[in-house]
């Protein structure tokens, strides 16, 4: 699945004001994104031109595009747009358009209040996560992360098995079903919410799950901080691929989060973590008990005062 086809009615994007002489004015950021977004092979349709205010007439118009309503994206401002593909799997979103009173966007995945920072990627990420579809977030040289799936599970129960890892990560739930269940959620509420988590770390050349890194929250001392994490299965271990991932993590963190500080919290004797840390530029703070294991924190700096 891809997507292939975007919805709009245009009257719905005039922002002319009742005084301007011209009285079809798009925001600059979208007349961008249309110009362009042929060039991912997505075709643009005006609802207007079909008069297609309802789903059946939508299905239609759809059919002569010969796109599916799962490979469509709307973008809508008003009751009439989001009416227009009631009970269809297409993803939404909506438009805060200041000319249109009472808008009601609640059908749509996001809502953005313009279109400066809206391009295909950000469009393509909203048809993702409608159809739950991993995002891929990170892409390093030989790598790339990308969201876990429920299909990852045999690979990452196999990964946690290996004595490198389990020695010092905790495990996945013995009963299937309870993993499955909390896997389902953590994808819902973390990525869903955040848009960051623990990601699938994969190798481009061959498609192998090498391991795991990314970012949670924690909670110490009732403070919330950011933490990265990594693991590379022992296969892959010693040949860089921790650093080259992490270094691409630091990045997104610093660009992507608010966050001025990120933590590493490293189990005390495990110093292959603590060197990696330290090469990246963290440094050690204190040492804390968590789950009655001896942690060391390291800290590093992402946003200066």
Known sequence: MKLRGLILFFHEMNVAKPDDLERFVMEDGLTELLDGIYRYGVQII???TFQADSPEKLKIVLTLHRLEPEECLMIGASDKAFAAIEGMKIAAVGYVNPFLPNQKLGRAKMVVEGFEEVDFYFLERMYQREHGLPWTVIETRRCFLREMTLEDLDELYQMYSEDS?????????????????????????????????????????????IGRAGLNHRDIQGEPFLEMGYMIREKYQRQGFATELCQGILQFAEEATEFEEIHCLIEKGNQNSIHLAEKLGFIWQDEMKIQRKSMQR???TLHFR
């Not at 990560?169 to 960051?196: D, H, P, S």
């Open 165 to 209: 890892i389990s020695r010092y990560v905790e495990g996945l739930y013995e009963n299937r079903e309870k993993e499955e269940e909390y896997t389902r959620a953590y994808i819902r509420n973390m990525y869903g919410f955040y848009g960051y988590g623990m990601w699938v770390a994969v190798e481009r050349s061959s498609g192998a799950i």
């Open 46 to 48: 005006n609802l207007d």
């Open 298 to 300: 390291y800290t590093k």
